[in-house]
């Protein structure tokens, strides 16, 4: 099984490539839409900021693609921080950008999302809570589902229905949506030590 | 549910001339071996945030330092920021891709404040880490000025209007040091790490002084840090990641349950040891 971490210039490519070998990938980075289209599975990482991210996915050619090789073809992909928000519609962060448009809803400031007292970003290791049959990916007990956050932007969902778990941080926050063959964390689970190795093997099996 | 995240326990590994070393009032004292070695402990056992940085006097190490980064990120599952020599973007875009997480600012930033700025816009606020050396001085309104060149070269600049003014030009995140603390085993300055944190709204890690567990819980309790990281204490002792984890806990911190196991890689990694 071949993962290619789509790498559109953003962030942390080699911390996604180190935990997903060490969870027994066979992890290369697909820098265009031939090698996005090769994959069995996909990782869209994301450290960064929104603008100039969508502007390269959309300018290489790399979104095209991903429409192609997940949303015609279904094969599974893994979103990760801004990875998860840019499928968003559109996300405001300095003016507005357009997101991929697979999620009805947008990316808004933590200040916005009722964050009023607590420090931004959020930054630290917070419990995802599931929501409904997503066991696969959140096994219980809850020591076991602390994953590290570092984000002041946050997903917010017109149909709830997306909603895999969320987490609290003054108010209830999307922590991971799934979708169709996608999964996305806010979180990185490529920085939560055993438990994001745990949630990366489950996605490496997962067979949507 | 908890409403807040767990209070994070930050382990930092200070490279000198390509060496990890224990340091006292910012100068080296001795060596204290492998990085990797002490990354295994970390990771093994309790820590939940790696702090590396390159404190060397010139740039004649950075090449091996940057090697050393590679090694670490690919043993680190948890956020790994690195700090040291960074003077432009092209610096962090270095050290992001050896595998940094974050990065940690500090003299460049004293000097030219826009390249918070310039980074935060490139590679996102909650990269950038914005770390103060103070130093206890009268004549500042805090009682602190902010010191550049690992402490020894005065800003003229006052520690708390410049942890407030690095968030508003998009700091994500302000490590903490005190100059005389540092290496003294006398716990963090409790009075500047409240005056920090009281004045920005972002994260504050305190670091510098710790010489008992206690002190981490006192950080977080009097000082109101969201996180506490500690250097020299870590070294030498067995198991100290998980004690002091342990301590945390049993003084009601709320901390990430850790989980006292390795993780495997698959295959050896490339570097070479130091």
Known sequence: MKVAIIDYGAGNIESVRNALLAAGARATVARDPEAVLAADRLVLPGVGAAGPAAERLERSGLSEAMVDAVRRKGRPMLGICLGMELLAEQ?????RTPGLGWLAGEVVHLRDAGVRRARVPHVGWNTAEPIGEVRRFFEAPERMRTFYFCHSYTLVLRDEGAVAAR????TPLVAAVLDGTVFATQFHPEKSQINGQ?????FLTWAP | MSALPKHRLI???????GHVVQTRRFRPTNDVGSAFTAVDFFNAWAVDEIIVLEISPDERHLERFEALVEGLSRRCFVPLTVGGKIRDPDRVR???RAGADKIALNTAALEQPRLITEIADRFGRQCVVLSIDARRNPDMPSGYEAMGGRGRLPSGRDARAWAREGVALGAGEILLNEIEHDGDKRGYDLDLVRTISDAVDAPVIAFGGVGAWEHLVDG???????????????H???????????FMARAGVPVRDSTFYKIAMPRRPRYAPF
């Open chain 1, 91 to 95: 996300l405001l962060e300095f003016g």
């Open chain 1, 167 to 170: 987490t609290e941080y003054e």
């Open chain 1, 198 to 202: 745990r949630l990366l093997r489950a």
């Open chain 2, 11 to 17: 382990a930092s590994l200070l490279v000198h001339n």
């Open chain 2, 94 to 96: 270095a050290y992001t």
């Open chain 2, 220 to 234: 977080i309790r009097l000082g109101r840090a969201q996180a506490v990281a500690a250097g020299n204490i870590f």
């Open chain 2, 236 to 246: 030498y002792t067995e198991h100290s990641t998980k004690k002091a984890k342990e």
